[in-house]
DNA sequence: CGCTCGGTTGAGATAATTCAAGTGCAGTGG
DNA sequence: CCACTGCACTTGAATTATCTCAACCGAGCG
């Protein structure tokens, strides 16, 4: 199944004709091997992008040369909002495995969505989640120790993967990260997140051969004060609200 | 002048009968002290909110008493995007100084700004304008040292008060900050910000006398590595983009 | 006048960083 | 098949940024 639809599953049930305008929508896709920017910092979005396969990254980098991730894109996320309007990208977004991207003109992805009010308002509940992920993400970065930073991103990472069918709730989750890139994200050095990855491996929350996996989601939560309540799952439909250009007749 | 009004102004110039739309709204305007809450964690948030005159906070409090802040709402500020679908907020809003608040139900909220394309690209353009205020926030505390962080963080107020003829680009700008506050904002101790601040203030950057006054606002920005460009200011009117709700007629 | 509250300052503790050396694996080329 | 290289990861030791605890100060207020 599509990835965003997958995911816009979680708020609502497309009814079949919002679901056939979401897939049909005219688009581009993509195959880019890792470590390909797919927007650089600076450029004028005038596309929206969703992520099919594989993980991508939002970063911004400082002039010398410190990191931050901003936030990590999973299959069936949507970018960008920046998209609504004709400015330079506030940062950069790049592939940190093999991707599929689709990506669809502004005005033809406002169109469309503007079609289909149960589209509307899923890609709100989208919106509202992503803005409650980097808040939380600010959280995690501002108030929490090393250990509960990279436990509070891995579950966070897991449950995400699980809310678009990319991961099995009752296996170890695997994960492409390296630990430079969670040192990146959780606003630490990479020796760091070594050391601190070493020990939970040592508490057995994780395991480390090949990928990092997650053996032992509940500690893990525990540890890192984690409450889902930001990723905004319990949602449900109010009113028909629609994410909607103004030039297309309305349906 | 209506404080949303002279923010919007910096995106576009809204046409009259918009302007006058925009202000006439049904709504309810509150005066609110210093410390109240304007929308407590958990509650579900059924109208928008415009900061008329004052300032607020978004935050998030972890079980054991640790505060973080996630951004300062400034006069002209509008919130928030989870108004948009029918769920329980995941964080606080609460004044720190005497406050004026206008909010609007949000479907009338919503027909207003669907009848009115400039009003619903501007909106647009400061929804886009608070991700990145967001985003910037993150690298700020994840990447940058204590008087980075402080000087960015004070760069951006002043930076988003002059913009609402809320501060005079000539003049020593005044912030009704607790070292507390930013200390809690800059994810650090309210002590290392005490510390570094003195040392700012040794360094001519700013005065403490009762409020914070940036005195070498050239400075501080060359200190905290400012780049305005995450602020949009550059961004322009696309097409018409509406904010749109799918339930009243298409004006 | 005496309290309270925010801010300041010092001293010692701690978390995280930097630098540096060493390990192990995956891929490459002979 | 083996040696060689590169890269991510690991570990130790020394350093530094920031935190905690605690005492003190001074302005504003009842």
């Not at 003109?105 to 989208?126: D, G, I, M, N, Y």
């Not at 939560?221 to 409450?227: L, M, N, P, T, V």
Request: hydrophobic fraction near 45%; glycine fraction near 6%; proline fraction near 5%.
């Amino acid at each position: 199944m599509d990835a965003l639809l997958a995911r816009l599953k979680n708020y609502v049930d497309l009814p079949r004709p919002s679901e056939a305008a979401l897939i049909g929508m005219p688009h581009v896709l993509k195959q880019m091997p890792r470590g390909k920017t797919i927007i650089s910092e600076g450029e004028v979005i005038r596309r929206f992008h969703v992520i099919q396969k594989g993980w991508a990254i939002r970063k911004r980098l400082l002039e010398d040369g410190r990191r931050q991730i901003i936030n990590f894109l999973l299959p069936g996320d949507v970018f960008d909002l920046q998209a609504m309007i004709d400015s330079k990208s506030d940062h950069g977004i790049e592939t940190i495995t093999l991707c599929e991207v689709r990506s669809i003109p502004t005005p033809e992805f406002l169109s469309v969505v503007s079609a289909h009010p149960a589209l509307s308002s899923a890609l709100w509940w989208s919106a509202v989640q992503e803005e409650g992920i980097l808040r939380e993400h600010i959280v995690r970065v501002g108030r929490r120790n090393a250990i509960e930073r990279i436990s509070h991103l891995l579950f966070e990472l897991r449950r995400r993967l699980i809310l678009t069918g990319n991961a099995d709730p009752e296996d170890p989750v695997a994960l492409p990260l390296s630990r430079q890139l969670i040192a990146d994200a959780v606003g630490l050095s990479s020796v760091h997140v070594s050391r601190t990855v070493s020990a939970m491996r040592r508490m057995g929350l994780v395991a480390t051969n090949a990928h990092l996996r997650i053996l032992d989601p509940e500690s893990l939560a525990s540890i890192a004060g984690f409450d889902s309540h930001y990723l905004h799952l319990d949602a449900r439909p109010l009113g028909q609200v629609r994410f909607n250009d103004g030039r297309g007749s309305m349906a």
